[in-house]
């Protein structure tokens, strides 16, 4: 079974700056994808960014990017220029490629709580 | 192009009653999701489901049951509730099918049980 961690329970950024989320993940399996989403208080998920496990180049959404290290199963979220809005919990999501009973899910890190402070 | 709409938003009952939670995927959509968010446990998978059928189900008690429509929305129903089923409750809509590709899944905004 595949297993998500994120170490991090509580970081805090200062308004403007570059603050960096960490996530690990173990699986056997060599396709799959990863995702960050951003759960603000209003409680609705939101997808921020997805990485495709077969693409070694690293995924970007404007002020979001990812560093993926496949070897060192390792995933973690760069916000640059902090905004009030980036405050949220951050979840780090797992999910396999392959088709399959078991596979139809996303799998969770327990979640980071970013504060951005002005 | 309306979201995921879960209903009710909040919902309070009493040990021992029953509920049922609806969810209204993205035009499209078949796969229909749900996860159980807790303080404690955070984000664990309930069930999935695909053209009204179950694909995947979590390690649940049988008192969690879902079905899905020929329309794709989804019901989810917890039977005999205990206090540790206080929760938010969330689905999740994809366009993905048989073969997963790199869909994502877009979220409702959830139903908050609380049971007292």
Not at chain 1, 11 to 33: F, G, H, K, P, R
Request: positive net charge; glycine residues 8%.
């Amino acid at each position: 079974a595949q297993t998500v961690t994120q170490s991090q329970p509580e970081m805090s950024v200062q308004e403007a700056e570059t603050v960096t989320l960490s996530c690990t993940y173990d699986t056997s399996e060599s396709d799959y994808y990863l995702f960050w989403y951003k759960q603000p208080p209003s409680r609705q998920m939101i997808l921020v960014i997805r990485q495709e496990a077969y693409k070694q180049q690293n995924a970007t959404e404007n002020r979001f990017s990812v560093n993926f290290q496949k070897a060192a199963k390792s995933f973690s979220l760069k916000i640059s220029d902090s905004q009030l809005g980036d405050a949220a919990m951050y979840f780090c999501a797992y999910r396999s490629e392959n088709s399959g009973g078991s596979n139809y899910k996303l799998t969770f890190g327990k979640g980071t709580l970013l504060t951005v402070n002005p | 192009k309306a979201g995921v709409t879960q209903t009710p938003r909040y919902l309070i009952k009493t040990r021992g009653q029953q509920v049922t939670l609806s969810c209204s995927p993205i035009s499209g959509h078949r796969s229909v999701s749900w996860y159980q968010q807790t303080p404690g446990q955070g984000l664990q998978f309930l069930f999935e489901y695909f053209s009204e059928t179950q694909r995947n189900k979590g390690n649940f008690p049988g008192r969690f049951s879902g079905r899905q429509f020929s329309n794709s929305r989804s019901e989810m129903n917890v039977s005999t509730l205990e206090l540790g089923d206080s929760a938010l409750y969330l689905c999740a809509s994809s366009l993905a099918g048989n073969q997963q590709g790199s869909y994502g899944y877009t979220f409702g905004s959830g139903t908050r049980l609380t049971v007292v």
